[in-house]
Structures are given as structure tokens and as C-alpha cells.
């Protein structure tokens, strides 16, 4: 019997691909956070302890095999117990939904931009990256450009943050 498509389903995620949009990884981060909060005071004060002890330590260039085993475990069962890493594109994930599924999936999390628009990917995130909001530098094969955009009256020299059409191609 096919699993349920209700999202909320735990056995469902395990038949996420590889490389899940942004919008499945946000119904993740929503599922595991309504499971959290409908347990008692005592193991959601647990569970945010263990993430915040985490992203601590895995900010200082440490691992927590205790913690991956024991807290996040049941966590990366859903999608299967053998993920090793997650790469996203076609839309921001937010900087939240980031550092929450790379901590709970005990996994790398990258992002890159780019694919729709130019068939390869323009930019990427590097492996060991512990930053949020961003899709990485541009790969050594690709050169990227903002210029003006005179029909959405978008200037590069928009302050605080300039604006125009990205322009991607090869290095000369």
C-alpha cells in the first residue's frame, strides 16, 4: 500500500529525492517542530537544548556523535538513516529551515543558484559551509554579473542594496 501523501505522515518523507525543493524541506522543518511541541515541557526543552548545543559546537568545527545518535536519529530515520547530504536549489531556503534540517538530518546542507536559469549550476555552497542565506560563491567556471535593468528601473548603484538583471556566463 503506497504510503500517505498527507505531508504530515513520518514514513512519507522517505521518499524525498535527493536534492528536495525548498518547499518539502519547510514541511519538514514544520512537522518536526509541531511533533516537538505537542510532547511535554521536559523533551522540547531537551530537544531545543540538543539543537542549540549543536549548532554550538558544530559552529567551532566539532561533531556530536551522542547527540546525532541519540536526539537526531529517530530524526534521520525519516528519510531512510543513510542520508550524507542534501543540496538545494530553485528557491532560498530560509536561513531557519537551513540551520534546523542540516542540524536534525545530522547531514551537510548546500544550496547553489543558477540550474533553471543557465542548465548548470551557476553557484554553490562549499560542502563544509556552516552559513545560512546564501547559495555559495560562484564555481570557478562561471563569471557573474549585475547590471542595469532600465524596464524595472533597477541600478546597480541602488542603495542600501543594489539591484538589476543577473548576467551569468563563461570566464573570457
Request: aromatic residues 12%.
Amino acid at each position: 500500500m503506497p504510503p500517505s501523501s498527507d505531508p504530515r505522515s513520518w514514513h512519507a518523507f522517505r521518499l524525498i529525492p535527493p536534492f528536495p525543493p525548498q518547499l518539502i524541506l519547510d514541511r519538514i522543518f514544520k512537522g518536526i517542530t509541531e511533533k516537538v511541541e505537542q510532547k511535554g515541557w521536559f523533551t522540547r526543552q531537551l530537544f531545543y537544548f540538543c539543537v542549540n548545543y549543536k549548532q554550538t559546537w558544530v559552529s567551532r568545527g566539532f561533531r556530536t556523535p551522542l547527540v546525532d545518535k541519540f536526539v537526531f536519529g529517530a530524526i534521520k530515520g525519516m528519510l531512510g538513516g543513510r542520508l550524507r547530504g542534501m543540496a538545494s536549489g530553485g528557491a532560498p531556503l530560509s536561513p531557519d529551515t537551513h540551520a534546523f534540517i542540516r542540524t536534525c538530518m545530522a547531514c551537510p546542507l548546500i544550496q547553489g543558484y543558477g540550474l533553471t536559469e543557465t542548465v548548470a549550476c551557476a553557484t554553490l555552497m562549499d560542502w563544509d559551509s556552516n552559513t545560512t542565506g546564501t547559495s555559495g560563491a560562484p564555481l570557478y567556471c562561471t563569471d557573474i554579473k549585475l547590471q542595469n535593468w532600465e524596464e524595472g528601473n533597477y541600478r546597480v548603484t541602488d542603495k542600501p542594496n543594489p539591484r538589476g538583471e543577473i548576467i551569468i556566463g563563461e570566464p573570457l
